[in-house]
């Protein structure tokens, strides 16, 4: 009884608030809060009491006693990161109906990587910590500090355009060092200038529509290293190239990684036998269970681009992510890297759906046999996300009458590709003409 009147008294404190009676709204509100009994009432009587504060402080302690008793409540987490100025009212959008993408040539913002001494172009040196200059070899070393742990608030990110938007324009450069402009698609964040070769990365942290990457793993070896280790797989797999394969190409791919929480409400029975004293028989008994399993996932990764992503899903495990350095865009210095077109929301769903499967796959076996009768997926909640950008080297090797993705794992060197298991192992031969451009 005491819960109806609760939630009615909530009810009329919303109406109060949403028509600007705010004194009679915190009546209203303060009377459900009290007479509230369950976390879901007391979680939103706070939020609303929130709404119709005015002092930050007593806002903030409202904000914060709702998410005492709902952790992933969206709109007090939106609400306190616009308090703590970490979300601008302004950026905050109505996912249902979002803006219609500009059209034209995006103008975008890049940094240029020139040597402060002779003016030479610099670009990153993938066997060590720093840029060098292509004409005088001076070096710029880079800070390498350690991983860089902070991740995006994701229901941050979601309230704005840039937790939805993907690069549908060409983006517009205007070359410091030349004054030319050129135009670079929108598949990639870095290039050189087509006249002075100075080369550029765009600056997203500006972009009102795209996230800038959090974190990278810097490429870990040279084109030379690369191509020796293509030369090896080949030789291992005995594939006969059908014609001449292009030198791996370097790049980096873009990567989402997703934390994970909340937990899985299921319904299932577990057998049991019990002796019955009367008959001296085991009598077997199914018991009916309803209860929540927690779920606790951390980095979850998925591509962030569709071009390579099924090649580049076989490779994503031998990357060790532990490894992962705070971005920087002077590691891009002379690298092509592509930006994401799989939005972040598009991603989430899809972590939030395989993590999911993967746990009510394993939970028969995580509860000691109970047989799973139905579970809901209601209660996962994505809390954090990353985008980072991770080292791969990239070539296509022809062969069976049409051309195959070659990557190379920057980091490690591990290979995959596209090929068929079994046309790995049916073919002989060697790239003659690639160990020739490596000496050997």
């Known amino acids: 009884m005491s819960s109806d009147y609760s939630k009615e008294l909530l009810r009329t404190g919303i109406i109060e608030a949403k028509s600007g009676s705010r004194d009679t709204a915190r009546r209203y509100l303060d009377r459900a809060i009290y007479m509230a009994g369950s976390h879901d009432i007391l979680s939103e009587a706070w939020f609303w009491m929130g709404e119709v504060l005015d002092d930050p402080a007593e806002k903030r302690k409202a904000l914060e006693n709702c998410l005492s008793h709902d952790l992933h409540h969206a709109r007090a987490r939106r609400a306190l990161a616009i308090l703590d100025g970490k979300l ?107 006249y002075c070769d100075s080369p550029h990365v765009v600056n997203l942290e500006n972009a009102k529509d795209l996230l800038a990457p959090d974190v990278i793993l810097p490429h870990a070896f040279d084109q030379k290293q690369a191509t020796r280790l293509l030369i090896n797989w080949v030789e291992s797999h005995n594939i006969q190239p059908e014609k001449q394969v292009d030198l791996p190409r370097g790049l980096y791919l873009p990567l989402w990684t997703f934390d994970i929480g909340g937990e899985i409400n299921y319904s299932g029975e577990m057998v049991q036998y019990e002796y019955n004293v009367f008959t001296g028989e085991r009598e077997r008994k199914v018991i009916k269970i309803e209860d929540n399993y927690p779920v606790m996932v951390n980095d979850l990764p998925l591509p962030a681009s569709r071009k390579l992503s099924a090649v580049f899903m076989k490779l994503i495990p031998s990357f060790d992510l532990t490894r992962l350095k705070p971005y920087d865009p002077r590691f891009l210095a002379s690298w092509l890297a592509e930006v994401y077109d799989v939005p972040m929301a598009d991603a989430s769903l899809d972590a939030r759906s395989r993590a999911f499967k993967d746990i009510k796959r394993r939970m028969p076996h995580l509860l000691n046999g109970i047989n799973i009768l139905r579970a809901s997926s209601a209660g996962i909640m994505i809390e954090s996300f990353k985008l980072a950008l991770l080292p791969v080297w990239m070539t296509e090797l022809p062969f069976g009458g049409r051309d195959h993705l070659i990557l190379i794992n920057g980091q490690s060197g591990i290979v995959a590709s596209d090929l068929p298991e079994k046309e790995d192992e049916d073919h002989g031969g060697l790239l003659g003409f690639l160990a020739d451009l490596l000496g050997e």
Do not use: W
Not at 167 to 176: G, S
């Open 88 to 194: 601008k009212t302004a950026d905050v959008i109505n996912p249902d109906k979002l803006p219609a993408p500009p059209t034209g040539a995006r103008e975008a913002q890049a940094d240029r990587f020139m040597c402060p001494k002779c003016g030479g172009r610099m670009a990153f040196s993938p066997d060590g910590s720093a840029l060098v200059c292509d004409y005088c070899t001076r070096q710029h070393a880079l800070g390498l500090g350690a991983r860089d742990g902070a991740e995006k608030d994701f229901i941050v990110a979601m309230a704005t355009m840039k937790g939805h938007g993907k690069p549908l324009q060409e983006q517009a450069f205007h070359c410091n060092g030349c004054g030319a402009e050129f135009i670079l698609p929108p598949s990639q964040i870095s290039a050189n200038c087509a």
